[in-house]
């Protein structure tokens, strides 16, 4: 149940969510990867791969243009 | 007082529809329709399609003259339209203040759903991407004659096969383009 950050602050689209795709290869099942952004594009599109990929997902605006999304790995 | 004021804000915030259209995205659906509405609107007000970066060229060619430079005789601004739209200026330009709308507008919507933020530089790779991929568009567009709306979106929306073979050099571009991207920043 370890917990892992992404930094992806002042990364515009694709990159963060190219980062997270490699990043979550690398947890365990039921490890927690936190993912801050600062582009409103991301967090669309790496909740929405996350939610497909069918891991859970929260989505927390930590500061004006900033948020951190939480995805739990499931399978 | 202070409490007040904040109460307010907050109670704006939790509000559903300021959250439905100010704060959260759009759907696709819901973009696709307003550009599909908007853009039939510019063709039926100014009996032209919708296009971005010519007007971009444009303001090229005003900054080359401030800085002492002059385009007059060159083949792209050769025109006796192109000459005309450049010594009528900025402010007689339909499509640069189109663009500057744009601009204001997003600035604007990033303001309103509280999103306004500068963005730290992380590294020197990023700002020669910048500068390359800025460069590389405005030049790959000029060739194109026109951008993913010109040359794209106002193309197909006109039936032309000209959007369509766009298109498909587009994807071309976008493969080659996100190669690199994986090459030099993963």
């Given at each position: 149940?370890?917990?892992?950050?992404?930094?992806?602050?002042?990364?515009?689209?694709?990159?963060?969510?190219?980062?997270?795709?490699?990043?979550?290869?690398?947890?365990?099942?039921?490890?927690?990867?936190?993912?801050?952004?600062?582009?409103?594009?991301?967090?669309?599109?790496?909740?929405?791969?996350?939610?497909?990929?069918?891991?859970?997902?929260?989505?927390?605006e930590?500061d004006d243009?900033?948020?951190?999304?939480?995805?739990?790995?499931?399978? | 007082m202070k409490e007040t004021v904040n109460e307010f804000w907050l109670k704006i915030s939790s509000n559903r529809f300021y959250k439905?259209?100010l704060k959260?995205?759009?759907?696709?659906?819901?973009?696709?329709?307003?550009?599909?509405?908007?853009?039939?609107?510019?063709?039926?007000?100014?009996?032209?399609?919708?296009?971005?970066?010519?007007?971009?060229?444009?303001?090229?060619?005003?900054?080359?003259?401030?800085?002492?430079?002059?385009?007059?005789?060159?083949?792209?601004?050769?025109?006796?339209?192109?000459?005309?739209?450049?010594?009528?200026?900025?402010?007689?330009?339909?499509?640069?203040?189109?663009?500057?709308?744009?601009?204001?507008?997003?600035?604007?919507?990033?303001l309103f759903a509280s999103e306004f933020?500068?963005?730290?530089?992380?590294?020197?790779?990023?700002?020669?991407?910048?500068?390359?991929?800025?460069?590389?568009?405005?030049?790959?567009?000029?060739?194109?004659?026109?951008?993913?709306?010109?040359?794209?979106?106002?193309?197909?929306?006109?039936?032309?096969?000209?959007?369509?073979?766009?298109?498909?050099?587009?994807?071309?571009?976008?493969?080659?383009?996100?190669?690199?991207?994986?090459?030099?920043?993963?």
């Amino acid at each position: 149940m370890a917990e892992f950050t992404l930094d992806c602050m002042g990364e515009a689209c694709p990159v963060p969510l190219m980062r997270t795709e490699k990043k979550m290869t690398e947890l365990n099942v039921g490890d927690v990867l936190v993912v801050a952004i600062d582009h409103s594009c991301a967090m669309k599109n790496v909740p929405e791969w996350a939610r497909k990929q069918g891991h859970n997902v929260e989505i927390e605006e930590v500061d004006d243009g900033e948020w951190e999304v939480v995805i739990e790995k499931v399978k | 007082m202070k409490e007040t004021v904040n109460e307010f804000w907050l109670k704006i915030s939790s509000n559903r529809f300021y959250k439905r259209l100010l704060k959260e995205p759009f759907t696709y659906v819901t973009g696709a329709v307003l550009l599909a509405v908007f853009a039939t609107a510019h063709l039926a007000v100014f009996s032209k399609g919708w296009g971005v970066t010519s007007a971009f060229a444009d303001w090229g060619a005003w900054l080359y003259r401030l800085a002492g430079g002059n385009v007059d005789q060159w083949a792209y601004f050769s025109s006796e339209k192109a000459q005309k739209t450049l010594s009528s200026g900025f402010l007689n330009d339909g499509g640069s203040i189109r663009n500057l709308g744009i601009i204001l507008g997003a600035l604007a919507a990033t303001l309103f759903a509280s999103e306004f933020k500068l963005k730290k530089i992380k590294s020197k790779k990023q700002v020669v991407a910048a500068v390359l991929g800025g460069l590389l568009m405005g030049y790959g567009a000029r060739l194109a004659n026109g951008c993913n709306i010109g040359a794209l979106f106002t193309a197909i929306a006109s039936l032309s096969l000209s959007g369509w073979i766009f298109g498909l050099f587009l994807l071309v571009g976008a493969f080659i383009g996100s190669k690199l991207l994986a090459k030099f920043f993963m």
